[in-house]
């Protein structure tokens, strides 16, 4: 018998941090969702120059409008953190050349409905048998989840690092952290404050591990994010069973 070829759909997804690590970002679970439905996805940092016929872009109106100019067929789900007025010429032209646009709350969709109304509310999803803890035996007081890579100040800011810092150096609680939120202390802190803080946490997972640990691990969820939405971490949290202090 002949061979038969069978055409496996393929797509280009553009995402603010490299697709393919972090831990359980929204384009890590995006990616994982297509490969399960068969297609075949190449991942890409958002970058202008890359051309292509088409293409999903996972991460924030600025990521939109980068790649608008570069992608014939352009499809979005986007997030938006702060005012869209600072580049609305922009952000109109890359709402109206997307095919499509998706969003996570109707908060989002509120923001962006002055551009086009077909837009779809997808809302973050999580595996609750992925959180499921093996046991309940807790080693810390305290879990910090912050991703990793981010390299500015605002960042660190805007995920509240300096609120952790405060928590850490006034406090006995025993924690444990992700490596974003050593990362980041160099932003907000000086050296002797940062060794002090490195010198109390009871552990630091690497920024590609699964946090499961930390939920499963730590008493209380600690997110103290300033400016982000309700986000990933405190639902997995809570579907591990560990409250959270949002």
Request: with cysteine.
């Amino acid at each position: 018998m002949p061979n038969i070829l069978i055409a496996v759909p393929s797509i280009t997804v553009f995402a603010n941090l490299n697709s393919e690590l972090g831990f359980n970002t929204v384009a890590w679970n995006i990616i994982k969702g297509l490969r399960q439905y068969g297609f075949e996805v190449e991942g890409k940092p958002i970058n202008g120059d890359i051309k292509r016929e088409k293409g999903l872009v996972i991460g924030d109106l600025g990521a939109l409008i980068m790649m608008s100019g570069s992608v014939n067929e352009l499809y979005g789900y986007i997030v938006v953190e702060g005012p869209v007025n600072r580049h609305i010429d922009l952000v109109e032209k890359a709402m109206e050349k997307a095919v499509a646009i998706a969003v996570p709350s109707k908060f989002v969709a509120s923001e962006l409905i002055r551009f086009r109304r077909d837009i779809a509310i997808i809302p973050h999803g999580i595996d609750l048998k992925r959180y499921e803890c093996d046991n309940t035996e807790k080693w810390f007081d305290l879990g910090i989840v912050v991703s990793y890579p981010h390299y500015e100040r605002t960042i660190a800011l805007r995920k509240g690092i300096d609120y952790y810092l405060d928590v850490l150096i006034n406090t006995n609680y025993s924690a444990v952290a992700t490596y974003g939120f050593i990362h980041l202390l160099k932003y907000i802190a000086d050296d002797a404050k940062i060794q002090l803080v490195i010198d109390r946490l009871n552990a630091i997972l690497p920024h590609t591990s699964d946090p499961k640990l930390i939920y499963c691990k730590s008493k209380i969820l600690l997110w103290l994010s300033r400016s982000e939405g309700f986000g990933l971490p405190p639902l997995e949290a809570m579907a591990s069973g560990t409250p959270v202090i949002y």
